[in-house]
């Protein structure tokens, strides 16, 4: 059974910044796209960053291009977002999500396979 858990949400104040993690079982991040997303309540999922394992390709939503940075820890199978510069619109429930991948980035948008549960993040003005 393939699970991701989603921890490192929290209340921050604006300005700061926060490190999610995505640990990730059942399922190997060699060969893969992750993705981050985030949904604040009333509106639609929005995709932050996706990462494809196998070639290093990245893309960032404008909205964070320059505050967030994706990352993977293959040996211990975890994917991170760093947040930085932190604003109250920021905040919001983030999940990350996974599946097999060739070349290249997905989407920001792409439906993945696997999901986890989310975080919470709350910032504060």
């Known amino acids: 059974e393939v699970q991701l858990v989603e921890s490192g949400g929290g209340l921050v104040q604006a300005g700061g910044s926060l490190r999610l993690s995505c640990a990730v079982f059942?399922?190997?991040?060699?060969?893969?796209?992750i993705g981050w997303f985030r949904q604040a309540p009333g509106k639609e999922r929005e995709g932050l960053a996706c990462?494809?394992?196998?070639?290093?390709?990245?893309r960032y939503a404008e909205s964070v291009k320059g505050r967030f940075t994706i990352s993977r820890n293959t040996t211990e199978n975890v994917v991170y977002l760093q947040m930085n510069s932190l604003k109250p619109e920021d905040s919001a429930v983030y999940l990350c999500a996974a599946e097999g991948w060739g070349w290249g980035a997905p989407t920001l948008d792409h439906d993945y396979a696997y999901w986890g549960q989310g975080t919470q993040v709350t910032v504060s003005s």
């Open positions: 059942g399922f190997t991040l060699a060969e893969s796209a």
């Open positions: 990462f494809n394992t196998k070639d290093s390709s990245t």
